[in-house]
C-alpha cells in the first residue's frame, strides 16, 4: 500500500491540500481529523474520493494504521492560533507537542515515505532584520510558537535518529477560502471578510501596523507537495510564504477599495505575544524545493472574497 495521508485535511488549509494532491493524481487520499475545528464540508466536493478517519493525533494506536506504508503524510492537525495558547496553554501543548510526536512515531514505525509538518513562521518571533530567513535564531513569543518549534526539532530529530525522512515549512500568515471567521481566534483576513460582508468594522489590535506575508492558501498547498516529492532535503525546515508583506491598515484598506465601500476600523489593545513584523525570505524554498508563488495579495483577496460571498 502506498497512499498519502493528511492530518488535519477536514481543515482550511489540509482541506486545499487534499484537493490539490487528488488534482494531481493521487486516487484517494486518507484524512485524519477529529472534526473539532474541521469540517466535513470543507471536503464536500471530493468526499468520494476521500477515507475520513475521525482520530486524534494522540492516539498513537488510532493513527498507526492509517499511516502504515503510506508513501507520504502531510501534518497539519493542531490547535492553532498565538492567542488561544496564551489563554488555555495546556489543550494547545498537549496537541501540538505530544499529538505531534505521536505522528512522527507512528509514521516511524510504519516506514513512511516522508512526512512533511506545518510548522509556523511565529517561530522567528521578533527578528532584527527582515525577511526572516530559515538561519536565524529562533525566538518564540507564545505557547503557540514554541509548540510548534518543537515540532520541527522533533522533525529534524526523526529523520536523524529513526530515518524518518521528514521536511518542515513554516507558513507564514495563510489565508482563502473556507478559513472560519468564526471565532475570536480565528485569522484576521477571515475576520475582514466577515466584517466586509456584513458591513460591519473590524477591530486591530494596536495601531495596525503590524505587517504579515499574507499567503494564499493554494501557494502553500502547492509548495506542501513540492516538500514531499524533493530529494535530498529530509531533516530541512524551510519558510513557506509569499515574500512580501503588509500592514493590516493597507489590507482593510485594499478590501474596502475592491468592495468600493468605506468602513474605518477600530482599534484597541495589542495582543500579547503577537510578533510585530512578518516576511518569509522565499530563496532557499524556490531554489531547492521549485516554490513559486502564483497569487498576489490583490488576486488571493478576490477569489476569498468570493468564496465568503457565495458559502
Ligand atoms: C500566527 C503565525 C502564522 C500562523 C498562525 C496560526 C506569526 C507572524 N504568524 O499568525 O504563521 O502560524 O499564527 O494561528 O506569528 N488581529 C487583529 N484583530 C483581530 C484578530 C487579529 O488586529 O480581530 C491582529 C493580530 O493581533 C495580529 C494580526 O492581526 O497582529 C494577525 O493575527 P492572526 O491571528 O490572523 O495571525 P498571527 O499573526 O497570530
Not at 486591530?204 to 530529494?231: H, M, W, Y
Request: glycine share 10%; charged share 20%; aromatic share 8%.
Amino acid at each position: 500500500m502506498s497512499h498519502a495521508v493528511v492530518t488535519g485535511g477536514a481543515g482550511f488549509i489540509g482541506s486545499a491540500l487534499v484537493r490539490a494532491l487528488l488534482a494531481e493524481g493521487e486516487p484517494r487520499v486518507a484524512v485524519i481529523d477529529t472534526l473539532l475545528s474541521g469540517k466535513e464540508s470543507n471536503l464536500d466536493e471530493v468526499s468520494g474520493r476521500v477515507d475520513l478517519h475521525r482520530v486524534d493525533i494522540r492516539d498513537y494506536a488510532a493513527v498507526a494504521p492509517v499511516v502504515k506504508g503510506a508513501s507520504r503524510v502531510f501534518h497539519l492537525a493542531a490547535i492553532p492560533s498565538v492567542p488561544k495558547s496564551i489563554a488555555d496553554p495546556l489543550p494547545s501543548h498537549d496537541v501540538n507537542i505530544n499529538g505531534t510526536f505521536e505522528v512522527f512515531r507512528a509514521c516511524a514505525d510504519g516506514k513512511v515515505g516522508r512526512v512533511v509538518y506545518a510548522a509556523s513562521s511565529s517561530a522567528y518571533g521578533d527578528t532584527e532584520v527582515l525577511p526572516k530567513a530559515e538561519a536565524m535564531r529562533p525566538d518564540p513569543l507564545s505557547p503557540y510558537a514554541a509548540q510548534k518549534l518543537m515540532g520541527e526539532h522533533y522533525a529534524r530529530v526523526f529523520s536523524s535518529c529513526f530515518g524518518l525522512e521528514t521536511v518542515a515549512l513554516r507558513y507564514f500568515n495563510v489565508y482563502g477560502p473556507r478559513q472560519d471567521p468564526s471565532s475570536p481566534y480565528s485569522g484576521i483576513i477571515s475576520i475582514f471578510m466577515k466584517c466586509l460582508i456584513e458591513g460591519t468594522s473590524p477591530t486591530l489590535f494596536g495601531d495596525g501596523n503590524q505587517s504579515r506575508d499574507f499567503t494564499f492558501v493554494e501557494d502553500v498547498a502547492a509548495l506542501c507537495i513540492k516538500a514531499s516529492r524533493t530529494p535530498g532535503v529530509s531533516g530541512r525546515m524551510f519558510n513557506a510564504g509569499n515574500g512580501n508583506r503588509y500592514t493590516l491598515n493597507q489590507v482593510w484598506e485594499t478590501l474596502q477599495k475592491i468592495e468600493g465601500v468605506s468602513i474605518p476600523a477600530l482599534y484597541g489593545p495589542p495582543r500579547a505575544g503577537d510578533v510585530r513584523d512578518s516576511q518569509a525570505d522565499t530563496r532557499a524554498a524556490v531554489s531547492e524545493l521549485g516554490h513559486a508563488p502564483k497569487f498576489s495579495l490583490e488576486e488571493g483577496l478576490r477569489r476569498t472574497l468570493a468564496w465568503y460571498r457565495t458559502s
